[in-house]
């Protein structure tokens, strides 16, 4: 969008590690919109389907990296697989030497948690498979792909999450294994922010706020060009953001030479919009956790344009 800034990453290297849909692909497709070299993992390839059993494919992702003016490459990685992001890593080294900013956006669990259902009604399977997808899946990433990131100095981590470190901290989120998962990735930026800083890395945990992904616009039945049409439904779907808008995010944070204030911090996509000035796609800056924090202390609804 005219007006809005957009870094320099050209010569970076990037790893958007779950990058099929949502969030990963924005992030993915800012990133090469300023230039970089972007990496992007998943599943979901055009001849493999996860169990998400979703059209989207990595391919697909990289291809509108480099449409959008970077270089995409795809690599399928089951990221529970060791050897395969062990091959990921060295891949990477053989083509590029090192790795610049590494985004773990590695999540799949939307089909496997109940909404505020108790440990002990929620089907255990299930949970377990939810804390491997959201959890082991970022441990096993950073082992092998940090080596890479911490050859020189300046490398930066997005560990992507859902709520920030202060939201989180005072209130329930959907489900014991949901919290888990999503607190764990926030401590995981905190731990990596202590081992990064010796080697002049930095690490911060990340929150788009209410993402209108792919799977999202199909549950309300609107397209990202028509997603107002949902708000005769659901009115809160007003604060709602695209992907492109944490995508941003991410680009800022890794276009920011200064980028090193921020480490160990769990900082949001609104947040970040005030502080780098760049907007959604519609023009507009939204704010989610500002808008829900005020409303569950209002009297009256809260408008959300007001939060925009």
Known sequence: MPGTPEPDLEGKIALVAGATRGAGRGIAVRLGAAGATVYVTGRTTRERRSEYDRPETI?????????????????????????????????????????????NDIWGGEKLFAFDEPVWEHDLDNGLRLLRLGVETHAVTSHFLLPLLVRRPGGLVVEMTDGTSAYNAARYRNSYFYDLVKNSV???????????????????????????????????????????????????????????????????????????????????????????????????????????????????????????
């Open 59 to 103: 391919e697909e992702t990289a291809e509108l990296v480099t449409a959008a003016g970077g270089t995409g490459i795809a690599v399928p990685a089951d990221h529970l697989v060791a050897e395969e992001v062990r091959t990921l890593a060295g891949r990477i080294d053989a083509e590029q030497g090192r790795l610049d900013v590494l985004v």
């Open 186 to 308: 926030l401590r995981m930026a905190f731990v990596l922010a202590h081992e990064l800083e010796p080697h002049g890395g930095t690490a911060v945990a990340l929150t788009p706020g209410w993402l209108r992904s792919e799977m999202m616009l199909d549950a309300f039945g609107v397209a990202e060009d028509n997603w107002r049409d949902a708000l005769a439904k659901v009115p809160l779907f007003g604060i709602s953001e695209s992907p492109a808008y944490v995508g941003r995010a991410v680009a800022a944070l890794a276009g920011d030479a200064d980028v090193a204030r921020w480490n160990g911090e769990s900082l949001s996509s609104g947040q970040l919009a005030r502080e780098y000035g760049f907007t959604d796609l519609d023009g507009s800056r939204p704010d989610c956790w500002r808008f829900l924090i005020d409303s569950e202390h209002a009297d009256e609804p809260v408008d959300a344009d007001v939060y925009r």
